[in-house]
């Protein structure tokens, strides 16, 4: 089992950025694929984006494509996720996950969760 701790989050105005960090322990990151998932009040949980557990394959969700990037440092047990270009509709709860195969977006898949971080972005 590993634990997942993500930190990051916070207020900011359309058009900035952030950057979200999911903090792994219990088990070393590399033997998991990670991914970030959110949820906004009111809506089902979203795909983000996933890794593997190398770091060389990444997928992302329509939504942040070419917005977004994950990212991972193995050795110090780190997954990240860079938000750039945020709109308001990016706006919810950010949870990183682990899973022990393929970085899908299928959010069953991951085993373990995070608490999550909030990103409010202002209009």
């Known amino acids: 089992q590993v634990q997942l701790v993500e930190s990051g989050g916070g207020l900011v105005q359309a058009g900035g950025s952030l950057r979200l960090s999911c903090a792994a322990s219990g088990r070393t990151a590399s033997s998991y694929a990670m991914g970030w998932f959110r949820r906004a009040p009111g809506k089902e949980r979203d795909s983000v984006a996933a890794?593997?557990?190398?770091?060389?394959?990444?997928n992302y969700a329509d939504s942040v494509k070419g917005r977004f990037t994950i990212s991972r440092d193995n050795a110090k047990n780190t997954v990240y996720l860079q938000m750039n270009s945020l709109k308001p509709e990016d706006t919810a709860l950010y949870y990183c996950?682990?899973?022990?195969?393929?970085?899908?977006?299928?959010?069953?898949?991951?085993?373990?969760w995070g608490q999550g971080t909030q990103v409010t972005v202002s209009s």
């Open positions: 996950a682990a899973q022990r195969t393929l970085p899908d977006l299928i959010p069953i898949s991951y085993n373990s």
């Open positions: 890794i593997s557990r190398s770091g060389k394959t990444t």
